[in-house]
């Protein structure tokens, strides 16, 4: 099993930066992908972007070129690099580890940009 502990999140103007944290309970060098997802109030959880084990990495359209993910094997973390923040971007943000064809999550933590 991977345990997934968010953090990082809180409350950011719209222009500004936040980096989240995932650490993970195992080497996260043998896991085959981890990513962030987000969940805005009545809306579904989306992929914001994605890291592979070969680091490959993927990103949702609206936040190319603004968020970066990356990850530290020695820490057992999985960071997501958030630039020039919109209200849009306003939701809880999971991470996510997908190992041994099963998926993990964190609890989340939210993210709040204001106008």
């Known amino acids: 099993q991977v345990q997934l502990v968010e953090s990082g999140g809180g409350l950011v103007q719209a222009g500004g930066s936040l980096r989240l944290s995932c650490a993970a309970s195992?080497?996260?060098?043998?896991?085959?992908?981890m990513g962030w997802y987000r969940q805005a109030p009545g809306k579904q959880r989306e992929l914001v972007a994605l890291l592979t084990s070969g680091s490959s990495t993927n990103y949702q359209d609206s936040v190319k070129g603004r968020f970066t993910i990356s990850r530290d094997n020695a820490k057992n973390t999985v960071y997501l690099q958030m630039n020039s923040l919109k209200p849009e971007d306003t939701a809880v943000y999971y991470c996510?580890?997908?190992?041994?064809?099963?998926?993990?999550w964190g609890k989340g933590t939210l993210v709040t940009v204001s106008s």
């Open positions: 195992r080497s996260i060098f043998t896991i085959n992908r």
């Open positions: 996510n580890a997908y190992w041994y064809n099963m998926d993990y």
